[in-house]
């Protein structure tokens, strides 16, 4: 079992930056892979990014890419997500997600959810 849980979520204006963190317990972090996903409202789930045990291995959305960047700590259990240039479409709950071993960009290829954190981008 593993428990997730984010932070760093707040109210910016477009243009600005903000670093999102996502500290897991429970089990070996170094054992999961992890991933970033968000949510707008009456919109599904989306995937942003994904990042393998090591750190060694991410990709991006297309719209996120060049803007966003994923990381993790392994000394630290602790994801994080730079979001730069951010822009009002951004607006979301965003979400971290982890798994052993996710077969796919879907949210169903991830066993482990934290409760998310609110980013709001104002124009």
């Known amino acids: 079992q593993v428990q997730l849980v984010e932070s760093g979520g707040v109210l910016v204006q477009a243009g600005c930056s903000l670093r999102l963190s996502c500290v897991a317990s429970?089990?070996?972090?170094?054992?999961?892979?992890m991933g970033w996903f968000r949510q707008a409202p009456g919109q599904g789930r989306e995937w942003v990014a994904p990042i393998n045990w090591s750190g060694g291995s991410t990709s991006y959305a297309d719209s996120v890419k060049g803007r966003f960047t994923i990381s993790r700590d392994n000394t630290k259990n602790t994801m994080y997500l730079q979001m730069n240039s951010l822009k009002p479409e951004d607006t979301a709950v965003y979400y971290c997600a982890a798994d052993s071993a996710p077969r796919g960009r879907a949210p169903s290829s991830y066993s482990y959810w934290g409760q998310g954190t609110q980013v709001t981008v104002s124009s």
């Open positions: 429970g089990r070996a972090f170094s054992n999961y892979a």
